[in-house]
């Protein structure tokens, strides 16, 4: 099983890092995270981010012991050939923001970068905002994907949408 | 939820995830088991797993670089809307550079081996 975090996700795995690091307690919000990858961790699931957190992770942010922590544990999710078109239907039929149709399309064409892989089966978020346009929407999608998938070459013609996972803490 | 160190938080998911969710939470205390490892004890160590520096057990002063502006303690004491900001600005620049590294990343799959 491939999961995929979203940006709020890796950031509240990051500043678990700083807090445990700097002697802080994690937040409820930040602990509900790293459970929840110890569990999908636990059942032999592979972690990825997105190609613009990574970037965010070795190129913004300057300290690499800290970041190693997560970049140690994931892998990297890079867009494939049809991604643009389906970021596109995304944003042009939905009222997901940019950012959150772009998780979306790396859930059914983001591929590794020696592109054996295809999309994620989960998207672990913190966005109720993304979940729930995402479940308005999801019928919808599935058609469209269909449609746009029926022309187009292996292995991208068995693209699927991902479920979403929200993380909220009580 | 997945343990007895976790029982103050909760995951919501959708209608599949929580069959997910159950069928996790079967499948790691199964294999806990298996390991006669305690449930809390194996996800506690999965968590250090995410969170442990390579820094010889060195904690964090605070004094550290974060980015060429930040340090971690300025980082740790922004309140949640100022670390939202940040994070959303940190996402532009990143989106800019992931194009540049898209294009490369297409070279190298495209060259033949």
């Given at each position: ?7 709020n996700a890796?950031?509240?795995?990051f500043?678990?890092?700083?807090n ?8 409820e919000?930040?602990?509900s ?15 990825y981010?997105?190609?613009e ?5 070795t ?5 690499p012991?800290i970041t190693?922590?997560i970049?140690?544990n ?9 991604f643009?078109?389906?970021l596109?239907?995304?944003?042009g039929?939905?009222t997901?923001?940019?950012e ?9 064409f ?5 592109r054996?892989?295809?999309?994620a089966?989960?998207v672990?978020?913190l966005?109720k905002?993304?979940?729930a346009?995402?479940?308005r929407?999801k019928s919808g999608?599935?058609e469209r994907?269909r449609v746009?998938?029926?022309?187009l070459?292996?292995p991208?013609?068995?693209?699927e ?6 993380i909220?803490?009580e | 939820?997945?343990c ?9 998911e ?13 499948a790691f205390e199964?294999q ?8 809390s ?8 797993a995410?969170t442990r520096?390579?820094?010889r ?6 004094e ?8 971690v303690?300025r980082?740790?004491a922004?309140?949640e809307?100022?670390?939202e900001t940040i994070w ?6 990143a ?8 294009l ?6 495209d060259?033949?081996?």
């Amino acid at each position: 099983m491939r999961i995929l975090l979203d940006k709020n996700a890796v950031r509240r795995w990051f500043e678990s890092i700083l807090n445990t690091n700097t002697g802080t307690p994690p937040t409820e919000e930040q602990e509900s995270v790293l459970t929840t990858l110890a569990a999908f961790r636990s059942q032999g699931a592979e972690i990825y981010i997105t190609l613009e957190t990574y970037n965010i992770l070795t190129h913004i942010i300057r300290n690499p012991p800290i970041t190693r922590a997560i970049i140690a544990n994931v892998e990297v999710l890079f867009p494939s050939e049809p991604f643009r078109k389906w970021l596109k239907l995304l944003t042009g039929t939905t009222t997901l923001t940019r950012e959150d149709a772009k998780i979306l399309a790396y859930g059914s064409f983001g591929t590794n970068i020696s592109r054996t892989i295809l999309g994620a089966n989960r998207v672990l978020t913190l966005d109720k905002g993304l979940e729930a346009e995402f479940h308005r929407n999801k019928s919808g999608l599935k058609e469209r994907l269909r449609v746009l998938t029926r022309g187009l070459p292996p292995p991208y013609d068995e693209a699927e949408l991902p479920e979403t996972v929200l993380i909220e803490a009580e | 939820m997945y343990c007895k160190c976790n029982t103050r938080l909760k995951m919501r998911e959708s209608q599949i995830v929580v069959r997910v969710e159950s069928a996790l939470k079967k499948a790691f205390e199964k294999q806990c088991e298996a390991l006669g490892v305690k449930p809390s004890e194996a996800i506690r160590d999965l968590i250090l797993a995410f969170t442990r520096l390579e820094m010889r057990h060195r904690f964090l002063t605070g004094e550290e670089p974060l980015t060429r502006e930040l340090t971690v303690a300025r980082y740790l004491a922004m309140s949640e809307e100022e670390r939202e900001t940040i994070w959303r600005k940190w996402y532009e620049e990143a989106e800019k550079e992931a194009v540049n590294v898209e294009l490369k990343v297409k070279k190298v799959a495209d060259t033949p081996r």
